[in-house]
């Protein structure tokens, strides 16, 4: 079991983008574990890789006791219908803020197999978006799954065709960036 430390805010690797995951390997299989024990700790919703330190698109998330993960997410789907409530994150300790996020949205993304797998969630996605881009402090309307309902997140934008961005957890609308 290897629960890899969180990095946090001013650490270089959460501004860095993302990769697109291309290898199906051992080296992803490892990765995937070491994110899956690292979001099976008390308080964690979603880690993306990313907030451990390695920038491509893959994220664990623990919504509810189910453990699961994600490598290349999109969101293909998002509800109109919002929802708000105050958000953390983990790369960013201590701070809480209020976040408007889409009530529902739907994921295609791949297994850490390579097989084909989605995710109908409600609430925002934790991981999803961390997996794209870089992290900010600044703040967006998101979408995603119920993982940030009890989770935090730093503020990302998706892309224009909905894929996901951020150097950590969350989904936002892409029309919505301060």
């Known amino acids: 079991m290897t ?16 990769d697109e995951v291309t290898a199906f390997d051992d080296w992803l299989a490892a990765l995937v574990r070491d994110l899956l ?5 008390p308080g964690r919703a979603g880690v993306a890789a990313a ?23 999109v969101i293909v789907e998002r509800s109109e219908e919002i929802q708000d409530g105050d958000e953390g994150c983990l790369s960013v300790p201590g701070i809480w803020a209020p976040t408007v996020r889409a009530m529902h949205c739907v994921a295609e ?21 961390s997996t794209r881009s870089t992290t ?4 967006c309307s998101s979408t995603g799954s119920p993982a ?5 997140r730093c503020a990302h934008c998706a892309t224009a065709d909905g894929s996901a961005r951020g150097g950590h957890p969350a989904i936002p609308r892409p029309d919505a960036c301060h």
């Open 109 to 129: 993304g791949s297994m850490s197999t390579a097989s084909p797998c989605g995710w109908r969630a409600r609430g925002s996605w934790p991981g999803a978006s």
């Open 136 to 139: 900010s402090t600044g703040r």
């Open 3 to 18: 629960i890899r430390p969180i990095r946090e805010l001013g650490d270089p690797v959460l501004r860095t983008p993302s």
């Open 148 to 152: 940030t309902r009890a989770r935090p």
């Open 51 to 73: 907030q451990i330190g390695v920038n491509v698109r893959a994220f664990a998330y623990n919504i509810d006791g189910v453990i699961g993960h994600m490598v290349n997410p």
């Open 37 to 41: 024990d690292t979001v099976d700790h």
